[in-house]
Each structure stands twice: as C-alpha cells, then as structure tokens.
C-alpha cells in the first residue's frame, strides 16, 4: 500500500537538476549578491487599537498588536539590494504576507525590507523577532489584517483545494451536512477557494494555555468590508469558552472578553518555559501549506531563567552575542551596528519564483504527479476521492535564507551563534559548512557546535560535522575520536520545523574566505541516508559567510570556546510513566480509482468506481493496476485485522474529525510510540509539551505483532534536549516521553504541512474531555 509513492517521487527525482518550479529558472538567478538578512527586534505596540463599539481605548491592552499583512519584498536580487552590492539586477519584488506591528502601516508601494524609520519598515519576512524574558507573560492582539487600500478582503495567493477537511469560512457545503456550525468541515466543491483569508497564529513550541495555542479551527477573517452575507467570521473553536461548563460546544460564539477587536484575537503567553528558539506561523485548518508559503513567519526567542547559561572550565562563560536589541541600531543598514551583531536566527526555506518575482505553488494535483483525473466534485458524477488540487509534497527550486535568495553574510573571523530554523514545507534539509575555494570546489570542512535544540541548550556542546556528532566534555578539545553518525553522509539534519541553535567558529580564517553552507538532503521526501543530495546547483546551496577581519570588535576577544563550553541544560523528566500509547502514521490510497504506472512514473486511471470499494487493492490488481495514491497522510493507533487468520496488528488511521483518542490527564507523564508505517519520514509535532525523545526501534511491519527488530537505537547527541519535533523515520518506532500539564485542547501532527493539511493531525485534550467533543 506505501509502494506507490516510491514510484512516484522517483519519478520527478533523482536528477542532479532543479526541481519543477515556476517560470523563473532557478540558474539564472546570481548567487550570494545579496547580505543575510539580520531580523531585528519586533517593537511592542505604543498604541492600542480602539474598541468600535465604545470609540474608547481597549480595556485590556497587549503588548504586541501584530497584523498580517500583504506587501512585497525584494526577495531576489535587484531593488533596494543595488543600492548596497553596486549590482543592477532587475529581478522583480515579490507580493507575501508576513506580520508587523499594526501601526506601523506600510504605505501603498512599500516594498521591504527598508531601513529602520521608514513607514511600515517593520513589515518584512521573515517577521521581526519577539523577544520574550523566560516566565514573564506576553500578550499579543494577533490582527488578520489581509485587506486592501479600500478596507476589501485580499483573496489567496494560492489556490485553496476545498475538498480538505479546511476552514472552510463559507458556511455551507460540508459534505457532512450535520456539522454546526457549518465551518471546518470537508467539502465537495472542486473549485479554488477566492474568499477571505482565515488566519491563526501559533507559536511553535509554547508551553501556553490552550485557548492561546492558535488551535487550527480557532481562524478568525479579516475585519473586512466586503465579508459575504452568511460567511462565519470566525472558526468552529475560537475561543474554547466556546465549551460550556456543561461540557458541550456552544453554538452561540461568545465573544472573546478580552477583545472586542473585529479581526483578532487576544492571546497571552505565559512563556513558563526555559530559554530557547521558538517560532510563530499560521495554523489555520487545511491551508496551513499556503498561509505558512505566502511568509508569515518570525522568531520567537525566550531568554533568561535557570537554564541559559554555561560555565567555562574555570569560572562563567561567554556565548557568542549580541543579538539586535530594540532601538540600538538598524542591524541591515547601519554598517556600524551590524558589525557587532553576534547572535543570528536563520531561517531556510525553498521557494519556487516565475519571472515576475511572484511566489510560485503548484495549482494542481496533476503537477505533482501527472494524475489527470477524475478527482473530488468532477462534474457528471464522476468524481473521485483524490483531491483536485492538493499536492502530498511540496519541493521547490531556490533557497531563501531570511527573506532572501543565496545570501552572502561579512563576518569577522570571530565566533558567532546562530539559531537555524528549517521554514521549509516538506523538504529536509542536511547542513554542512566548507571552504569554498575560488575554483569552486569545496575545501575544509567547518564544524557546527550545536549547544541547544528544539526546547532549549543541549546537556553536551555537540560538535557536527558530516559523519559524525560528538557530545564534548567541556574540556577545551576534542576527544581522541569523534563519534560516528548512522551514515557517512548524515551532518547537521533537519525536519521541518527544527532547530539547531549552534556556534561556527570563524577565528583565524584569512580575509577573503568564503565558508559555504551546503545542504546535501534529498530534493524529495526524506526517508533516512544514504539518499540523492539535492540539486546542487540549485538547493544543495544555501548561503555563504565571507571572512573580514574589519568586521572585529573588541568582544570577540571574550567568548569562550565551544571546545571549553559546559551548558547548563534542563534537567531529564524523571517522571513516572503512567501511560504508554502506541500511535501510527499511515498513508492512505484511494478507494475509488485504479491506475496503471506510466514507465515515467505517471499514474493513468484504467477504473473508477463510483463509491469507495473496500476491495480497491484486489480490484485494481485483477485489472493490472494499482489504487492511485498518495490519497492522504493520517495518524492513528494500531488495532488488529479481524477478518484474517492469526488477527494481525495493523494500523488504524483516524481522521481530524474522528473523536479524540488522546486524553492524558493533566499531570499525567506518558511515552508516545510513533509507528511509522509509511515509506517516508515524518517530524512530529506535538502542541503544548516538551519532550524528550528516548529512543528509535526498528520494527517488522508484516509480522503479525509488528514485532521489534534489534536494539532500541538511543537519540543522537543532538536529539538529547527537550525537544517538540522528532524525525519518525519509516520502519522504526520513535519514542517521545511528556509530561501533559495545562488543561485544554490541542494538536499533534506532522510537520511536513502539506501532509498536516490533508488530515495527518490529530486533536488531543488534556483533562475531562467535554461530552462530544470536538464535533465531527
Ligand atoms: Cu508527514
């Protein structure tokens, strides 16, 4: 049944070329013209919006009013960037979403990213960095602020596949017409979506009460003139007040109390949680995939508390910094500023351009494998159950580093700390750092010292380089020998949505070198090493560091080296276990169409069955064919088949609609088994926790128990912090252990979002689960 999908990626992959894109040749765009992008600091809000129906100042102010707004950004080379490499590039500015403070309006034409003090210079993708002290609330008025001069919704800039179970603002049309209120539902209707944008922000990896987790169906729309008569205004879950004590969902939405802002939502973070790398995107159900591509994106960076330091081998250490600090300097424009600046997010993430600079996303479920039909809502009945537009995997063909492509970054020969974010939809990604020598080969390799992780310093400094990842000891040198990773081939990887916050140390570098991060990940689903490194033309670069010693300040002096680096690191949960689950990831293929693969790998429909066939498989087979997949992804549990001899263990998939299945109790501390019974590997994310993954176990899909395969594998020395991410790999039971301590509804999910979209998600409640809850 996971067959199929190895056919098709294998079909558009594998080729030392640039991956299918828009019409904007990847080649022709000039590399490392353009400066890294430094994000500074998002300014807190100096007015509050006010409330309409009072004319007054809102009762309860946030600190942050954050809109999500449209505007373009010199993405590719040309713009403003001539101003500063003295280049004439004629690339056009790109049309995105990202967030900025809601009084800082950019004007009509503004095109970021601008110096500090322009009007709307604030807007820019990534967005700015929240900075948050560790245990100190922070409240943020998230805006959806997606209209036009004229106060009109903007509609998408992709196309939005109805059929998902999705947002759906239209009210009407579920395919399951009992649903009330009729929003985030599944619908039938095969055309793109033109209406107004649901937005929801989450911050990925807040430990943060569940109403302000930005649950996929708590959207709201824009505050827009133009709303359709009949259209909800707002998701099925808001605001869980929306659950009434008696346990049940209120069909009347009460109003947020906190807010009587139309378009927003008013959401406080507690930030009890140790210093680390956090991020906020969009979660809005079912089109996460294209909220998230359009640009809305930033850091979220917790600092302070007990576990952000480190010693050195004798007395307190010193980390690679500053970061920017509000107010101190414009890290972009002002020469003077940016060459202090020591600690850097970096966020990767491929894009697809055409020839106008506008963003490129596949339209059509036929780009991604040439399956021509039929698909959901087809006129005549004679649809199908695959989604017409919806693309399993999203792969493109440029890299963009902080809002910019292949961008180049001065540094001092000096140590620096970078926080590195994979922002990308599905690809992974598999970092390393070289020389780049004039002749364009690669020269010596520059090691990553990883210090922190998803949630988080590490307990150990790891040193990273390709092949190997060693805990160090804080001793001031490396040990005798590097620990090997599991494939030569393996360096600095990651899913989307980790990150890796880690030093490179450019100390003693002559002048002039260029120190290259390459990425040598499939442009493809990721299934474990060895696998074909992306293009490397193309993807297989992201950006580079070119050494100037003018870039030295005095500091550079005073950090420690990583060798001598002792972190201190979050102590293990030794909780009691009180609960194992033992959860599934799953690939589903269709029920109603057989397909017979082209040599090319393109999928032809020989049959159609007018309803779903439980019997597809040995339907399709009888005819020489095969049912077309990928369907859909899905999560579940394992249970056994009944109807054959021996009763064998196989998954159950759930839908995002299907009752909740995880209920821990609030305090309860429970392993999560994730089976992953797909050909691909999958980054699980869980909402709300902080995990520590303690293990990986191969096991036998087709033994009748899944029986285990060797020894359970121990995490990576870079797996062994909290963490709220893990890489499932395919074939292997990945092990996470949580402890669920807030009240409330949340989710778990992949974060390949193009999967997470298409039902692999899952809500969770922690506590007494209302009666009906959520509904179907
Ligand atoms: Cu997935």
Known sequence: MMTMSLLIFGATTGHTAPVPGGTLDPTTIPKYVQPLVIPPVMPPSSVQPTDPTTGQPTSVNARYNISVRQFRQQILPGGIWNTVNDRNDQFGATTLWSYGPDEDKP????????????????????????????????????????????????????????????????????????????TDCRTSNPAPYTGPVPIVTHVHGAHVNAESDGYPEAWWLPAANNIPVGYASRGTIYTQNDITTAGNISTVMTPNEFNPIPGSAFYSYENTQPATTLWYHDHSLGMTRLNVYAGPAGFWLIRGGAYDSAKARRGPAVLPGPAPVLGAGDPNFDPAYRKTIREIPIVIQDRSFNADGSLFYPESRQFFDGFAGPYVGDPQGQGSDIAPIWNP????????????????????????RFRLLNGCNSRFINLAMFVANPDGTLGAEIPFYQIGGDQGFLPRVVQVKTGFATALKGKGKLPGRLTPLPDPSQALLMAPAERADVIVDFSGLPDGTVVRMINTAPDAPFGGFPDIPADPGTTGQVMQFRVNSANLVAADALTTSPLALRLKAEPKNRAKVVRKRRLTLNEEESAQVCVRILPDGTPVTVQTFPTPNPNIAADCAAINAVPQAPKAAL?????????????????????WSDPITENPQVGDTELWDFYNLTVDGHPIHMHLVRFQVKGRQLFNQAHPRFRKIGRKMKPLPTERGYKDTVLAYPGEITQVKATFDLPGLYVWHCHIVEHEDNEMMRPYYVGAKPVGFPVP
């Not at 100190?136 to 509609?155: C, F, H, K, M, S």
């Open 635 to 655: 999560l579940g549990g394992i249970g056994k088949n009944r109807l054959l001899p021996g009763k064998p263990y196989v998954g159950i998939p759930m839908l």
């Open 107 to 182: 004007a009509p034409g503004y095109v970021a990213p601008a110096p500090l003090g322009t009007p709307g210079a604030t807007f820019n993708y990534p967005a700015f960095t929240v900075e948050n002290n560790s245990n100190a609330p922070t409240t943020v008025r998230w805006i959806n602020g997606l209209v036009d001069e004229q106060g009109n919704y903007l509609p998408h800039l992709f196309k939005v596949d109805q059929t998902l179970h999705w947002a759906n603002p239209t009210n009407a049309g579920c395919a399951n017409a009992a649903k009330i209120p009729q």
């Open 393 to 416: 995997e999203a792969f493109f063909n440029t890299m963009v580093v902080n809002g910019t492509t292949w961008p180049e970054m001065s540094t001092a020969p000096a140590k620096y």
